[in-house]
């Protein structure tokens, strides 16, 4: 490659890798995609394994002749992030466990793409459902692996971070982890890194900040999420527990792409929060139990399940007046309702314009 088409593929690489850390949280802000970058490394080897894998599945779409166009927004390589993150998080380094971060990584990329462009055809995002297939795959075939095994990394973390820090970052960490805050409170930050496979409540923190400053909407939407879940969960009678993996994420996910992201924001949306964070609640319970008998995690297949669900039945409608579906994405729930108003705003004042023809009186041709 001559050294103009090098340094054209490492701003395209660059922009495709803010971008795909930033679709974990429905944003294509590059400020916020670097904010989450630099907090998955809290947690250094996951986040070298989730980076590394967005960088080879990038390098392998061009050189299978990708449009640079089709790569560079995230929507196929933000499932590789979290395969990578997800991968790094749970298995012990070694030969074979680099040799299945580079097919798994591959293997992601292949089935997101071809899961969106299934999806898409009927106007359904694929969300993370080409994470959850590959991250399935590898723990169930890994169990006949003997080259790989699971980690303890996840409890002793801090060991990692002092790596990185020393003992002042350790300290500062665990001075935030010692906050006197109620439980409730401590579950939404320790949710919030979950995403990143993480269980901190600093990350939870920086991430929670990020994402205020990127869209108030989507922080209000985190939260509300979060709260119907934990409302609900009081209600049934499991005593308000959350798992961050399983539950708090998936819901606080639910109402941020069908609250704001997907749907127009407004009142109605918010409304609709209320019945589709419980059923993603059951998914969670019902499907718990199932893939707590294969030996996988759920990760975000409930959040993904209810949100095409709903989506799909949604574009059924032969109206959307109600309920309207975005109809052209700026990655900003903001964004998304102020272009929305605007247009439709516009489209008003053309309806009350009467056109008529050119003629007085009668005419006869």
Same mark, same amino acid.
């Given at each position: 490659?001559?050294?103009?088409?090098?340094?054209s593929?490492?701003?395209?690489?660059?922009?495709?890798?803010?971008?795909? !850390?930033?679709?974990?949280?429905?944003?294509?802000?590059?400020l916020?995609?670097?904010?989450?970058?630099?907090?998955?490394?809290?947690?250094?080897?996951?986040?070298?394994?989730g980076?590394l894998?967005?960088?080879?599945?990038?390098?392998?779409?061009?050189?299978l002749?990708?449009?640079r166009? /089709?790569?560079?927004?995230?929507? @196929?390589?933000?499932?590789?992030?979290?395969?990578?993150?997800?991968?790094?998080?749970?298995?012990?380094?070694?030969?074979?466990?680099?040799i299945?971060?580079?097919?798994?990584? @591959?293997?992601?990329?292949?089935?997101?793409?071809?899961l969106?462009?299934?999806?898409?055809?009927?106007g359904?995002?694929?969300?993370?459902l080409?994470?959850?297939? =590959?991250?399935?795959?590898?723990?169930?075939?890994s169990?006949?692996?003997?080259?790989?095994?699971?980690?303890? %990394?996840?409890? +002793?973390? !801090?060991n990692?971070? +002092?790596?990185?820090?020393?003992?002042?970052?350790?300290?500062?960490?665990?001075?935030?982890?010692?906050?006197?805050m109620?439980?409730?409170?401590?579950?939404?930050?320790?949710?919030?890194?979950?995403i990143?496979? /993480?269980?901190?409540?600093?990350?939870?923190?920086?991430?929670?900040?990020?994402?205020?400053?990127?869209?108030?909407?989507?922080?209000?939407?985190? *939260?509300?999420?979060?709260?119907?879940?934990?409302?609900?969960?009081?209600?049934?009678?499991?005593?308000?527990?959350?798992?961050?993996?399983?539950?708090?994420?998936?819901?606080?996910?639910?109402? *941020?792409? #069908?609250?704001?992201?997907?749907?127009?924001?407004?009142?109605? =949306?918010?409304?609709?929060?209320?019945?589709l964070?419980?059923?993603? +609640? #059951?998914?969670?319970?019902?499907?718990?139990?199932?893939?707590?008998? *294969?030996?996988?995690? #759920?990760?975000?297949?409930?959040?993904?399940?209810?949100?095409?669900?709903?989506?799909?039945?949604?574009? @059924?409608?032969?109206t /959307?007046?109600?309920?309207?579906?975005?109809?052209? /994405?700026? +990655?900003?729930?903001?964004?998304?309702?102020?272009? !929305?108003?605007?247009?439709?705003? %516009?489209l #008003?004042?053309?309806?009350?314009?009467?056109?008529?023809?050119?003629?007085?009186g009668?005419w006869?041709?």
């Amino acid at each position: 490659m001559r050294p103009i088409a090098i340094n054209s593929f490492l701003k395209h690489l660059g922009n495709a890798i803010l971008n795909s !850390y930033g679709m974990l949280f429905f944003s294509k802000n590059r400020l916020f995609a670097s904010f989450i970058l630099l907090v998955s490394f809290i947690t250094p080897f996951a986040a070298a394994c989730g980076l590394l894998a967005v960088i080879i599945s990038l390098i392998a779409a061009e050189a299978l002749g990708f449009n640079r166009a /089709q790569t560079v927004d995230g929507l @196929l390589t933000y499932s590789v992030v979290l395969f990578g993150l997800g991968l790094g998080s749970n298995f012990e380094f070694g030969t074979a466990f680099s040799i299945l971060l580079i097919v798994g990584s @591959l293997l992601t990329l292949f089935l997101s793409t071809v899961l969106n462009a299934i999806l898409n055809k009927r106007g359904l995002p694929a969300l993370s459902l080409a994470f959850i297939i =590959s991250t399935a795959l590898i723990i169930m075939a890994s169990k006949s692996f003997d080259g790989i095994g699971l980690t303890h %990394r996840q409890i +002793y973390w !801090y060991n990692e971070t +002092y790596a990185i820090g020393g003992s002042k970052l350790v300290d500062l960490i665990s001075w935030i982890e010692n906050w006197n805050m109620p439980e409730y409170m401590s579950g939404f930050f320790r949710s919030m890194s979950a995403i990143l496979f /993480q269980v901190n409540i600093a990350s939870g923190i920086i991430l929670t900040i990020g994402l205020l400053v990127y869209s108030r909407i989507a922080f209000l939407l985190m *939260v509300y999420g979060y709260a119907v879940a934990l409302f609900f969960s009081y209600t049934m009678g499991s005593g308000g527990f959350l798992g961050f993996y399983n539950m708090g994420t998936n819901f606080m996910l639910v109402a *941020v792409a #069908l609250g704001g992201f997907y749907i127009i924001p407004s009142i109605r =949306s918010f409304l609709w929060v209320l019945v589709l964070v419980p059923i993603a +609640y #059951l998914m969670v319970s019902g499907l718990g139990t199932f893939m707590l008998q *294969v030996g996988v995690p #759920l990760f975000s297949l409930p959040f993904c399940l209810t949100v095409i669900l709903f989506l799909y039945m949604l574009g @059924l409608r032969k109206t /959307q007046l109600k309920l309207a579906l975005t109809p052209i /994405q700026y +990655y900003s729930p903001e964004e998304n309702l102020y272009r !929305y108003v605007n247009g439709k705003e %516009r489209l #008003l004042n053309i309806y009350y314009q009467h056109l008529q023809l050119p003629f007085l009186g009668e005419w006869v041709v």
